[in-house]
C-alpha cells in the first residue's frame, strides 16, 4: 500500500505564504508524476501543479505567476510553495502520485487525504 500525506496547511492572512509538503510512502518502486489539486466549497476539485520524475512542471493559470511546485526525490516529496496568497486559495488541497509498486505493475493514482488552506482578508 502506499499512503500519501500533506502537510503545511493552516489558516494565514492575505499576502502571506505557505509551503504545502507531501511525503509518499508504503510499498514504492517508484513514482512518475506528482501533483496538487484544490478543491473549494462547492467548486470541483481543480488542479493546482504538476511536476514529472523529470522536474518538467505545469500549472494551471491561477498558479502560474504566484505558486512553484519542486520535489524532491529521494524523499518521495513533493511541495507547494504558495507566495502572495489571496482569499480564493482558499480550499483543501490534495496530494496526489502516480505510483508503480512493484516493476511489472502499472503506475496507479493515490491521493491525500487533504490539507486545509484558509486565507483570510
Known amino acids: 500500500q502506499v499512503q500519501l500525506v500533506e502537510s503545511g496547511g493552516g489558516l494565514v492572512q492575505a499576502g502571506v505564504s505557505l509551503r504545502l509538503s507531501c511525503a509518499a510512502s508504503?510499498?514504492?518502486?517508484?513514482?512518475?508524476?506528482m501533483g496538487w489539486y484544490r478543491q473549494a466549497p462547492g467548486k470541483q476539485r481543480e488542479l493546482v501543479a504538476r511536476i514529472t520524475s523529470g522536474n518538467s512542471a505545469n500549472y494551471a493559470e491561477s498558479a502560474k505567476a504566484r505558486f512553484s511546485i519542486f520535489r524532491d526525490n529521494g524523499k518521495n516529496t513533493v511541495y507547494l510553495q504558495m507566495n502572495s496568497l489571496k482569499p480564493e486559495d482558499t480550499a483543501i488541497y490534495y496530494c496526489n502520485a502516480d505510483v508503480k509498486t512493484r516493476s511489472w505493475l502499472d503506475y496507479d493514482d493515490y491521493w491525500g487525504q487533504g490539507t486545509q488552506v484558509t486565507v483570510s482578508s
Open positions: 508504503g510499498s514504492i518502486f517508484s513514482i512518475k508524476n
